[in-house]
């Protein structure tokens, strides 16, 4: 094999196009569904290069095997496909919904590496029928963001009162309170941990976030 070949092998071309339609449905998946609601930074830049790098490392991994006559690259990628679906960041929990934007970056980058064998016009329907179908779920899946709240009114927890407690709760928060849940009561303090469910929009979309109580407040109910 000659390394310093400078020509472009037979396949190059319609890769580029390849890696161009996966960059695009990526950038309109994370930036126009996920980013919108989300606000956050850090997932938007580990989504966009993610779906770079698993691209290439597929795509190239199969080149490699199909040059070398192997009849595993489609197992291997398969393989890869399950090993990136599983990694988790160490540093901090990954909330559901992000991990679900993960698992589909993924996927998608996995697709459009190993569709040798697929036309534009098959490979372009794929990525718009997934596209459409994470835009759906996003506009008619009403959003509900929580936060923890230390209650000092414990004369309103009890099951009867629980119409009193949200109106509290919203004249209080000054939020669209949907649903409350009661967790553990001090009674020696006064005191019980709320989940207020509520309305949120997308500029507050972070809230569960931000506005959650420190692990060092949570140890005084626990």
């Known amino acids: 094999m000659d390394i310093f070949n400078l020509t472009f092998s037979d396949s190059f071309p319609l890769m580029i ?26 997932f938007y830049f580990s989504f966009m290069l993610m779906s770079v790098a698993i691209f290439f490392l597929v795509y190239f991994m199969i080149f490699e095997l199909e040059d070398l006559k192997t009849k595993t690259s489609i197992g291997i990628g398969i393989g890869l496909f399950g090993i990136f679906s599983i990694m988790r960041y160490r540093t901090d929990a990954m909330p559901v919904r992000e991990m679900t934007y993960m698992f589909i970056i993924i996927a998608l980058s996995v697709i459009n590496a190993i569709a040798n064998n697929v ?63 009661v967790g553990s009561v001090d009674f020696i303090r006064d005191m019980a941990m709320l989940k207020v469910y509520y309305s949120a929009t997308a500029s507050d979309s972070d809230l569960q976030q931000r506005l959650q109580l420190s692990k060092e407040d949570k140890k005084q109910f626990t």
């Open 17 to 42: 196009v390849r890696f161009i339609i996966l960059i695009l449905v990526t950038w309109a998946i994370v930036h126009k569904l996920y980013y919108r609601k989300s606000h956050r930074r850090d």
């Open 119 to 181: 036309s534009l016009v098959e490979l372009l329907l794929t990525n718009t029928l997934i596209f459409s179908i994470i835009w759906i779920c996003e506009c008619r899946l009403k959003q509900a963001a929580f936060k923890l709240v230390q209650y000092d009114r414990i004369d309103l927890i009890t099951p009867d009162k629980h119409n009193e407690m949200k109106a509290d709760l919203t004249e209080r928060l000054g939020i669209d309170v949907l649903h409350v849940e």
